[in-house]
């Protein structure tokens, strides 16, 4: 049986560079998946991993070591594995940066005077950042690592389409994580959860922790 091999990175809450990420997966011939804020998410890449009954080995794509990254893609796993009921064989690398030669490649820079800096500091005046955009109202979606398993993805599009006029902002993990996925609307600061649950459809029901 032929072995997966998926890099997974932790983008920020502003997102990720995701075609250097692809780019990087295909030049190694692996796939690709991302613990939180973006998709194809981890759970995406084990349900294909078990239509084909492929184990998988999940790489964690972080620079230095991030202990969090590799901590939430084994829970990411466990969760996979508890809702899907599905025993494949999933396995975990260490950090890239614990990789033998890795600590030489960093001192091989060292010898290098680099590029001059020249980038402009117009960016920091421009008028395009300095505009609140119109809209109706604002929505803080979650796009943690539990909301986004919950279907933060299928949330914030959702959201988009059906409230066009407002600003739909995705932000890092907002609290209480088991109520996922979750969204804040303003200008009535009411928490919204459980949003893909609520009657198996988007939307169609919400619960408040306001009320």
């Known amino acids: 049986m032929t072995r997966r091999y998926v890099l997974v990175a932790r983008p920020t809450p502003s997102g990720v560079d995701l075609p250097a990420v692809a780019a990087l997966a295909a030049a190694c011939g692996v796939g690709y998946a991302l613990l939180d804020q973006e998709e194809p998410t981890i759970h995406t890449a084990l349900d294909a991993a078990a239509r084909d009954e492929s184990p998988v080995t999940l790489i964690p794509l972080a620079v230095p070591r991030d202990r969090y990254l590799e901590t939430w893609i084994a829970r990411a796993v466990a969760n996979w594995k508890e809702t899907r009921g599905i025993d494949l064989d999933v396995r975990i690398t260490d ?28 960016a920091f005046r421009s008028p395009a950042w300095s505009e ?72 169609a029901a919400r619960d408040s922790l306001t009320e």
């Open 95 to 122: 950090g890239i940066d614990t990789a033998a030669g890795f600590a030489d490649l960093v001192r091989s820079r060292m010898s290098e005077d680099g590029a001059p800096a020249t980038a402009s500091p117009r």
């Open 132 to 203: 609140i955009p119109d809209h109706t109202s604002h929505i803080l979606v979650c796009r943690g690592p539990r909301c986004t398993v919950y279907g933060a993805g299928e949330l914030h599009r959702t959201l988009r389409h059906d409230h066009p006029g407002a600003l739909i902002t995705p932000t890092g993990c907002l609290n209480p994580c088991n109520l996922g996925p979750l969204y804040i609307t303003y200008p009535d600061g009411e928490w919204h959860t459980n949003g893909i649950r609520a009657g198996g459809c988007i939307g």
